[in-house]
């Protein structure tokens, strides 16, 4: 009996652990995803999203305003403020919207950089006001436990949603439009100065930067300081207090040492350290590359993984010819070429009128596709109308049905011209790849010009904000691309320009070189790993932090994890930062690029020195004159 009573007691001992360990392996992780207002990282988060979930098994909360709804793949849930659910084969995906107005992203009054932040901004707090004052909503989020939050990076909604719920880890992403000096600016962190000194855009393959160049990133890392202490953080405490959204405490790092401060007492009346100051920061994941940006140390905190839609998704595909094939009369390995993607199938374009003018063009072609979100006005409209029509490329030219009916009424040579195709919507990931295509007209938006380089065709861009006016300099700098002003876009006066653009573009093949050589340089850093995997891959780590955790941002003088999360040849910024990488631990002048700071001193005593000089000069009062006496006076005084 005694045997037999111990078998059994066997029996469910193993019983229970297999329960156990089956149900620890139906843990998964939990993720609250903010797409904010921003269009194009609205669709990047989605696609991460998207795979995050079909790939490695997550239960995703998607939060989206209501315009962006009919963007995603999944069509909108009926009722708002409830969650939808959508079963996956491996995870669970769930869509929630939220009424929200829409962001013009192109409309803000852009008079200076920090006058268009302060714009954004406000509506960044207006629309987080409306989300939070959704009880229905926010108590439908409250009810499941999140492991972490994956938002984005400039939106400052982002914390408050994750201080609202409680949530510790985080993750944010940014397309690649920031700088790395605005991403600690607008996270609040900081930057040593040794970060900032270094960066630029000056382009050269790597070289030194300048000494004037060191000096103005200096200055303009000083002045959007200024904004932030004085705009950005008084406005976010002001929101704070108004919604009551008090931050989380910072998680405290066991055995802190080297200049943290004394110990204090933690829960339980067990030692603990003072907060680092690095432990204020998120992972942020960029969809930047380095083909466009200056080499540079980025913040820890800062992964670049690289353009996560610029490669188009698989579609069907029209099988090429042989290579007996002599009815094109061009080898294989020509037409491979001519593609710029490296592969020789071309896919099918949709709708059939678009399919039937692409394969008729023997001249080239040229598209012109700006965001759906920006409207061109009339003058521009019939600008490049008049720039299009007399041109020997074929035009394939994306615009609202409502404009494409406005140009046809008032130009009546565009009803004629059958080098034209004006339609609705261009698949312009497709069409692109197509080896016949020459030159892109767009927006200076980073998917864009991922696109296009990915593709290896030179850009027309228009910059239509100041984030994009870097990365159209950048690119032009290279050689890669022609840069037209918005101002003469919508002003009228683009016409001319815009043909002899296209023009220098089909003409000259250096721009077509540059282009692909960043196309070569974009693959070969990709490599076998897409940056959806790899932007994957960081928000596993954030998950799996514990409490304490963010090692990745704790300074090397604490010991406790810092050989954690170290990926540094491979996503953009290492693992463990050195000491003063960030987050306000040293002064300024502590982590000071030496040359640029000794310019500044000197210049500025030298300025000093000058105003009191004038300042002595202008208001010394000059001595009375001395009088000139005759001789016949002093011979009388002498007598």
């Known amino acids: 009996m005694v045997s037999i009573g111990i078998h059994v007691l066997w029996e469910l001992l193993l019983l229970s652990l297999l329960v156990h360990v089956v149900n620890a392996g139906d843990l998964r992780p939990s993720l609250l995803?903010?797409?904010?207002?921003?269009?194009e990282q609205a669709l990047d988060?989605?696609?991460?999203?998207?795979?995050?979930?079909?790939?490695?098994?997550?239960?995703?909360v998607v939060l989206a305003p209501e315009p962006f709804a009919k963007d995603f793949r999944q069509p909108a849930i009926s009722e708002p403020d409830e969650l939808g659910r959508e079963d996956s084969r491996v995870g669970f995906l769930a869509l929630a919207t939220y009424p929200s107005i829409a962001f013009e992203e192109y409309q803000v009054d852009s008079r200076g950089a920090t006058h268009e932040l302060t714009g954004i901004l406000g509506f960044y707090l207006a629309n987080c006001a409306s989300l939070l004052t959704n009880r229905t909503l926010m108590g439908s989020l409250s009810k499941r436990d999140y492991t972490a939050i994956l938002g984005v990076a400039t939106d400052p909604c982002s914390t408050f949603l994750a201080d609202k719920l409680k949530i510790q880890r985080r993750a944010a992403y940014d397309d690649g439009a920031a700088t790395s000096l605005l991403w600690g600016i607008l996270l609040g962190q900081g930057l040593s100065t040794s970060h900032v000194a270094v960066y630029g855009t000056r382009l050269g393959g790597g070289g030194g930067m300048s000494l004037f160049q060191q000096i103005r990133n200096v200055l303009q890392y000083y002045r959007l300081q200024l904004w932030y202490r004085r705009v950005y953080e008084?406005?976010?405490?002001?929101?704070?207090?108004?919604?009551?959204?008090?931050?989380?405490?910072?998680?405290?790092?066991?055995?802190?040492?080297?200049?943290e401060g004394e110990q204090t007492r933690g829960r339980g009346g067990v030692a603990s350290g003072k907060p680092a100051c690095h432990l204020r920061g998120q992972v942020v994941i960029t969809g930047g590359d380095w083909g466009l940006l200056e080499p540079q140390p980025l913040p820890p905190s800062v992964k670049l993984v690289g353009p996560i839609r610029a490669q188009p998704a698989p579609t069907p595909t029209m099988p090429a010819p042989a290579a007996g094939a002599g009815a094109a009369g061009t080898p294989p390995t020509a037409a491979v070429e001519t593609t710029g993607s490296g592969t020789a199938s071309l896919p099918l374009l949709q709708p059939p009128e678009l399919a039937a003018h692409v394969s008729g063009a023997g001249t080239g072609i040229v598209i012109i596709c700006f965001p759906p979100d920006y409207r061109l006005p009339l003058r521009a409209l019939l600008a490049i109308a008049e720039a299009v029509i007399d041109l020997k490329q074929r035009i394939v030219w994306q615009a609202a049905e409502a404009d494409i009916a406005r140009v046809r009424q008032l130009y009546l040579p565009l009803r004629h011209a059958r080098h034209v195709l004006m339609v609705p919507r261009v698949p312009l990931q497709e069409l692109i790849m197509h080896p016949q295509v020459v030159s892109l007209i767009t927006a200076g938006s980073v998917q864009a010009i991922y696109t296009a380089v990915y593709a290896g065709k030179p850009v027309i861009a228009v910059p239509l904000n100041a984030a994009q006016e870097d990365l159209v300099a950048r690119l032009a700098g290279l050689g890669a691309g022609q840069r037209l002003s918005r101002q003469e876009l919508e002003g009228g006066a683009a016409s001319y320009r815009v043909s002899v653009a296209i023009e220098r573009m089909s003409n000259v093949y250096s721009f077509t070189q540059s282009m692909q050589l960043l196309s070569r340089q974009l693959r070969a850093t990709l490599g076998s790993r897409s940056p959806l995997e790899r932007a994957a891959e960081w928000v596993d780590y954030t998950t799996s932090l514990d409490e304490f955790g963010r090692q990745y941002l704790v300074p090397r003088s604490i010991l406790a994890g810092s050989n954690a999360g170290s990926d540094g040849g491979d996503s953009g910024g290492g693992g463990v930062p050195a000491l003063g990488g960030g987050g306000g631990c040293m002064s300024p002048f502590e982590a000071a690029n030496a040359a640029a700071y000794s310019v500044l001193?000197?210049?500025?005593?030298?300025?000093?020195?000058?105003?009191?000089?004038?300042?002595?000069?202008?208001t010394r009062v000059p001595p009375p004159p001395v009088r000139k006496r005759s001789h016949a006076v002093l011979k009388a005084k002498d007598d």
């Open 45 to 60: 988060l989605w696609a991460l999203t998207e795979h995050l979930v079909a790939v490695r098994g997550y239960e995703a």
């Open 234 to 259: 008084p406005r976010l405490a002001a929101f704070r207090q108004r919604h009551r959204l008090w931050a989380l405490p910072a998680p405290l790092v066991p055995g802190s040492e080297g200049g």
């Open 601 to 618: 001193t000197a210049a500025g005593l030298g300025a000093v020195v000058l105003l009191v000089l004038v300042v002595h000069v202008c």
């Open 33 to 39: 995803v903010f797409t904010s207002v921003h269009r």
